[in-house]
């Protein structure tokens, strides 16, 4: 039973060494195996790799994939007209040297960001010094990343090489600080608000001479139209004169009898009226006749 109990031992122990023995580099990484704290081997194929136990031999990793360091300072920069603007940016970096960016710039991903972005800023800030706002916003942008990128690669590339590829510098956005920017924006709002002004008097001026327009052709028309009424109206009356003058010429009596019916019908035109004649008077001619005299003398016998 011991014997069997000290082979089960003797076979953990083994399993135990050879996994430490043992490691697999992913093809998105580097391996790096450590010898007493120094770099004894640097592995870039991916596959099943073997080093000493620890503590003799130790492994760690590196991305070799390409990374990307956004910027995270908000601080200001100093154009060639002193305006102070903000910037951000992008770079696109990977480690290709593993031993030069462990001795030059450190164990991970992290310390080399770190150490790029305060290069890239620097590189930043002495590039925009030289140009102007209008400079940054034009087509010149590009020779400025450029320009940047170049500064950047002198730095890592210097007489201690980091081991890094720079292979982008892009800028996302260029504007104003807060308070510029708050000032550019009532300055553009109070140039819409003129430009509105602007357009709604001369839309109002616009409308009020379409209307004195409209209001012109409107007299006109009803003074036309008022000229043309009375000129029918009179040729009307004219006609009407003409035909009461025919019809009159011939037969006076008639005509004598219809004026009289017209004169009582504007005389007798209200129930209340009340009238005061003689009745010898010649407003009730017209009814008087060959047996109308009983009927005239009616009213005198009875007064």
Do not use: C, H
């Amino acid at each position: 039973m011991n014997r069997v109990g000290f082979i089960a031992s003797s076979l953990l122990v083994v399993l135990a060494l050879l996994s430490s023995m043992l490691f697999v580099v992913d093809q998105r990484q580097f391996g790096v195996v450590y010898a007493l704290g120094q770099i004894k081997e640097v592995i870039t194929e991916p596959g099943l790799s073997f080093k000493l136990p620890p503590p003799f031999q130790n492994v760690s990793y590196l991305d070799k994939r390409l990374l990307t360091l956004d910027s995270t300072d908000a601080e200001p920069m100093l154009t060639a007209e002193k305006q102070r603007v903000v910037i951000d940016w992008y770079v696109r970096w990977r480690i290709t040297a593993p031993s030069e960016y462990i001795r030059n710039v450190g164990l991970d991903e992290n310390a080399g960001a770190n150490q790029l972005n305060r290069v890239v800023r620097n590189a930043f800030q002495e590039e925009v010094n030289k140009r102007t706002v209008k400079e940054l916003l034009s087509l010149k942008r590009e020779a400025l990343m450029a320009d940047v990128k170049r500064e950047v690669l002198e730095a890592v590339r210097g007489a201690k090489p980091w081991g890094v590829d720079v292979v982008d510098v892009r800028i996302t956005r260029v504007d104003y600080v807060e308070a510029i920017t708050e000032s550019v924006y009532r300055r553009m709002e109070a140039e819409r608000k003129r430009v509105a002004n602007e357009l709604r008097s001369t839309g109002a001026a616009e409308g009020e001479k379409i209307r004195a327009d409209a209001d012109k052709q409107r007299e006109v028309t009803i003074a036309n139209a008022y000229r043309d009424a009375q000129k029918i109206k009179g040729e009307g009356d004219a006609e009407a004169s003409r035909l009461y003058a025919d019809s009159f010429g011939k037969d006076p009596q008639f005509a004598q009898f219809y004026r009289s019916l017209d004169a009582y019908k504007l005389s007798f035109n209200k129930k209340n009226d009340v009238m005061v004649l003689d009745p010898s008077s010649d407003f009730f001619k017209a009814m008087r006749g060959s047996g109308a005299g009983g009927a005239a003398a009616a009213p005198s016998a009875k007064k």
